[in-house]
């Protein structure tokens, strides 16, 4: 039989990342893989996630954005323990990337794990992590026709977080015509509005997150 070779290195990825997923369990930490399109918010909501669960429960980051260690440093002041994956100009995080970071990890020290893919609306749902959960993180000057123009990274996630509410009044952005976007691809999905420059509507986002551990 011929298999196509994106099937054979899709496979061999999701059985890595079944690894990791087991990596994960075993010392109880909760896996979240943040993806977005670049600019969306995705360190600063880190940041923020942070600086307001730091005392609560012990964090951990894996930076995938491309190039430099900016990110990891970001989290790093914010109180995470860090790593920066060095993609190499990739498009997306794969398992194996995941596999190396979550060694360098001390892991029983953790109990939640946020990982930030590479700047991306459309491979990154593809690569399966061994994460818990995948998140989207969108933002509104980015435009409220996201979710028709990028279904596939609309429907592989368990929660959409819509960024920079703040800027609502200012940039032309139906809130209804994206929910409706999201509904009919996720229906149900969770969705939190917020922003992280005044910090509106991260309590929902705060609450859910230390929910999901229990
Ligand atoms: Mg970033
Ligand atoms: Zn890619």
Known sequence: MNIPVVEKI???????????????DAAGVFGINMMASPG???????????QRLGGELRLG???????TSLDAERAQRAGATAIQ???GGNCHLE?????????QLPLSEL????????????CPANWKLGTHKNILVA????????????PGMYRGVEAVVINKVDLLPYVPFRMDYF???IEVLNPGVEIFSLSCRTGEGMEAWLTWLKGLRQ
């Open 85 to 87: 994956i060095n993609t």
């Open 10 to 24: 899709l496979s061999s990825n999701d059985t890595l990342a079944d690894e990791n997923r087991a990596m994960l």
């Open 179 to 181: 929910k409706q976007g």
């Open 61 to 67: 980051v894996i930076e995938g954005d491309l190039a």
């Open 111 to 122: 109990d939640l794990l946020i990982v930030e893919n590479v700047g991306n609306l459309v």
């Open 40 to 50: 969306a918010g995705k360190t600063s909501l880190i940041e923020m996630t942070l």
């Open 95 to 103: 398992a194996y990337m995941i596999r190396d970071a979550l060694r």
């Open 139 to 150: 933002s509104i000057p980015e435009g409220d026709d996201k979710p028709y123009k990028y």
